[in-house]
């Protein structure tokens, strides 16, 4: 008897998974303390930073969204229009219309430097290299500074041929950063400047972009890929594959874009774990989006006018949307439903090894492959010999000569794998340690914002000279932090599946 594969229509919903999905976030605090609309809001570790155009930015405690004794910021003499925090969150750095960039000890709300753009046009946005040592400010007049951060000194300066600048992106390994225009151009620089490219991302304007934490897997080249988001005036979010070497030069390809939002889309972020994309618009809702399927875990329609902001915490589940109904409202995600939403979606859409040789084809469309369509037909390929194809064989048996062409198939093939195996072990993968791949029995949260195994990192921290196990980038600080929420839900995970 043949095997039974299970398929749920790609425009629908599952009823189990609808349910779970709604009840995984819930709003837990709103801020009114803004006189005007809420510009942007920013996360560190232990604080919430919001600006606005009241001039003022605004920082609260995560333990109890309480405003701190220093709070308001206030130096600023006209609209504060982004903030954002150094990887290590000691450092708040705001950008304003009267041309300067404001650094701030978040600790006390002294002022560490004011910086002043060269051209003196407004500056729209500001952003921290992953290493603190450098900061971005774009302006409206197309030019975009890069900032010494520790002696606070004019290090290089560009700008783009039309436009304003309003989005800016580092890459997560530091080497290049990324910026959008009011004319629609994504323009990609490296470390000293240059400009590496440019390409027409939005016919009517970008409005933000941001990289994924979490690089797609490498290609047989051990190549690095990073996925980038990118929202506009064209109500439309693009996902976009970005790779950069300084042997091979830089690739920015088109990956598809998420519908949901019938408005122009002002705002997009990756959680920190790069497992979700959230969005807002002109059309009040924000929308949160599972990165892996790209579907919409849900919609949020709590502001009541346009959602100009939106923002992760690098360490817990937790969401801030701002808005020009002058609030803030922070939303939680509960861990536990939101993984088992996860398994059941995938029980549902992933039982890859049970494909037929059609549902590899209609697989190969969705990754932009679809001219391997037919050499795939014709070497009779379902979804058990797809999980097993390798780099040998794809270009010896396949015969597919284009050495990027194998990469990204055997990137997208190892995605699968992934899932696959995630799937068969049961666990989800939030519970997984990085470093061992094994449930998590004391995690704990390290300064580069990822859970560990308590004995794996300190291991780990010994023996690799204190380096990321996630982005290879020195630690900020040795300080393990407890877990206790991913513990508990943990626990609870265990106490339903080992009866």
Same mark, same amino acid.
């Given at each position: 008897m043949g095997s039974i594969c299970l398929r749920w229509p790609a425009d629908l919903a599952c009823p189990a998974v609808l349910l779970q999905i709604k009840n995984m976030v819930k709003l837990i605090h709103t801020l009114a303390d803004h006189g005007d609309d809420v510009n942007c809001c920013a996360f560190s570790f232990s604080l919430l930073a919001t600006c606005s155009l009241d001039k003022t930015i605004r920082l609260y405690s995560l333990h109890d969204f309480t405003e701190l004794p220093h709070s308001p910021l206030k130096f600023h003499t006209y609209a504060v229009h982004c903030c954002c925090f150094s990887p290590?969150?000691?450092?708040?750095?705001?950008? $304003? &219309?009267?041309?300067?960039?404001?650094?701030?000890?978040? !600790?006390?709300? %002294?002022?560490?430097?004011?910086? !002043?753009?060269?051209?003196?046009?407004?500056?729209?946005?500001? %952003?921290?290299?992953?290493?603190?040592?450098?900061?971005?400010?774009?302006?409206?007049? /197309?030019?975009?500074?890069?900032?010494?951060? #520790?002696?606070?000194?004019?290090?290089?300066?560009?700008?783009?041929?039309?436009?304003?600048?309003?989005?800016? *992106? =580092? +890459?997560?390994?530091?080497? =290049?950063?990324?910026? /959008?225009?009011?004319?629609?151009?994504?323009?990609?620089?490296?470390? @000293?400047?240059?400009?590496?490219?440019?390409?027409k991302a939005h016919d009517l304007g970008i409005t933000c972009c941001d990289f994924s934490s979490q690089p797609v897997s490498d290609g047989e080249q051990g190549l690095q890929f990073f996925r980038l988001a990118s929202c506009g005036q064209d109500c439309q979010v693009k996902i976009w594959i970005v790779s950069f070497t300084h042997i091979l030069g830089f690739e920015l390809k088109y990956k598809s874009t998420l519908s949901g939002h019938c408005a122009p889309?002002?705002?997009?972020? =990756?959680?920190?774990?790069? #497992?979700?994309?959230? $969005?807002? +618009?002109?059309?009040?809702?924000?929308?949160?989006?599972?990165?892996?399927?790209?579907?919409?875990?849900?919609?949020?329609? %709590?502001?009541?006018?346009?959602? &100009?902001?939106?923002? =992760?915490?690098?360490?817990?589940?937790?969401?801030?949307? /701002?808005?020009?109904?002058?609030?803030?409202?922070?939303?939680?995600?509960?861990?536990?439903?939101?993984? #088992?939403a996860r398994s059941t979606e995938d029980q549902l859409k992933q039982f890859t090894e049970d494909?037929?040789?059609?549902?590899?084809?209609?697989?190969?469309? *969705? #990754?932009?492959? @679809?001219?391997?369509? /037919?050499?795939?037909?014709?070497?009779?390929?379902?979804?058990?010999?797809?999980?097993?194809? &390798?780099?040998?064989?794809? *270009?010896?048996?396949? @015969?597919?000569? +284009?050495?990027?062409?194998?990469?990204?198939?055997?990137?997208?093939?190892? !995605?699968?794998? &992934?899932?696959?195996?995630?799937?068969? +072990?049961?666990?989800?993968?939030?519970?997984?340690?990085?470093i061992t791949r094994e449930l998590m029995k004391d995690p704990v949260i390290a300064s580069d914002g990822y859970s560990y195994e308590k004995e794996a990192i300190e291991n780990w921290i010994s023996k690799k000279k204190r380096t990321s196990p996630m982005t290879n980038l020195v630690l900020p600080s040795a300080v393990l932090t407890p877990n206790r929420t991913l513990k508990m839900a943990i626990n609870r995970w265990l106490e339903t599946h080992q009866k």
């Open positions: 290590s969150g000691h450092i708040l750095a705001s950008c $304003s &219309t009267d041309g300067t960039t404001v650094l701030w000890n978040t !600790e006390n709300g %002294q002022m560490l430097a004011v910086m !002043e753009q060269p051209s003196g046009s407004p500056v729209r946005v500001c %952003q921290f290299s992953p290493d603190s040592r450098c900061l971005t400010s774009g302006a409206a007049d /197309g030019t975009v500074v890069l900032w010494n951060a #520790q002696s606070y000194k004019l290090y290089r300066c560009g700008s783009v041929k039309d436009g304003s600048l309003v989005a800016c *992106a =580092f +890459s997560p390994n530091g080497s =290049f950063f990324v910026t /959008g225009s009011s004319c629609g151009d994504l323009t990609v620089w490296d470390d @000293k400047m240059r400009c590496l490219h440019s390409e889309v002002l705002a997009c972020a =990756f959680s920190h774990d790069g #497992q979700m994309l959230v $969005s807002g +618009s002109v059309d009040k809702s924000v929308i949160v989006y599972d990165t892996n399927t790209e579907n919409i875990l849900h919609t949020l329609t %709590q502001h009541t006018r346009y959602v &100009t902001t939106c923002a =992760f915490a690098p360490n817990t589940l937790l969401l801030a949307t /701002g808005s020009m109904d002058k609030t803030v409202n922070i939303w939680q995600f509960d861990l536990e439903t939101l993984c #088992q494909w037929s040789e059609e549902d590899v084809s209609t697989w190969l469309c *969705a #990754q932009d492959l @679809k001219d391997l369509v /037919g050499i795939f037909k014709m070497n009779n390929i379902d979804g058990k010999e797809l999980l097993n194809l &390798t780099k040998e064989s794809l *270009a010896d048996d396949l @015969k597919i000569e +284009s050495l990027g062409l194998r990469s990204k198939v055997l990137r997208k093939i190892e !995605e699968l794998r &992934t899932k696959v195996k995630s799937l068969s +072990s049961g666990i989800p993968d939030e519970f997984v340690c990085p």
